[in-house]
Nanobody, 119 residues
Framework: QLQAYGGGLVRPGGSLRLSCEAS????????TGWYRQAPGNQRELVSG???????KYAGSVKGRFTISRDNAKRTVYLQMNSLKPEDTAVYYC???????????????WGQGTQVTVSS
């Protein structure tokens, strides 16, 4: 239902753009966002965006990361600039999706994409 891609290995100070595309039976996509989980750590919220475009960011990424979405393409993006070694983690996208009109929403998660920041 959610396919995330765009991770990779980048040097400190570099940039990456993550994408997450929703597919399948979809009536509406509500809030979407990105979480990350580093080894030994709990999964944490990185950034979120509502269907109306209201955004929020973790303090550690504010000013460096930008979340956006293209509702027509059913895709959410995370532009990551000025990357630091501490940004190294598996990044997961999530979306609150209504599959059919009249149905309640469900939360879906992508499979995760590895981001490694290292020199």
């Amino acid at each position: 239902q959610l396919q995330a891609y765009g991770g990779g290995l980048v040097r400190p100070g570099g940039s990456l753009r993550l994408s997450c595309e929703a597919s399948g039976s979809i009536f509406n996509i509500n809030d979407t966002g990105w979480y990350r989980q580093a080894p030994g750590n709990q999964r944490e919220l990185v950034s979120g965006i509502t269907s109306g475009g209201i955004t929020k960011y973790a303090g550690s990424v504010k000013g460096r990361f930008t979340i956006s979405r293209d509702n027509a393409k059913r895709t959410v993006y995370l532009q990551m600039n000025s990357l630091k070694p501490e940004d190294t983690a598996v990044y997961y996208c999530t979306a609150n999706i209504v599959e059919k009109a009249g149905w309640g929403p469900d939360d879906y998660w992508g499979q995760g994409t590895q981001v490694t920041v290292s020199s």
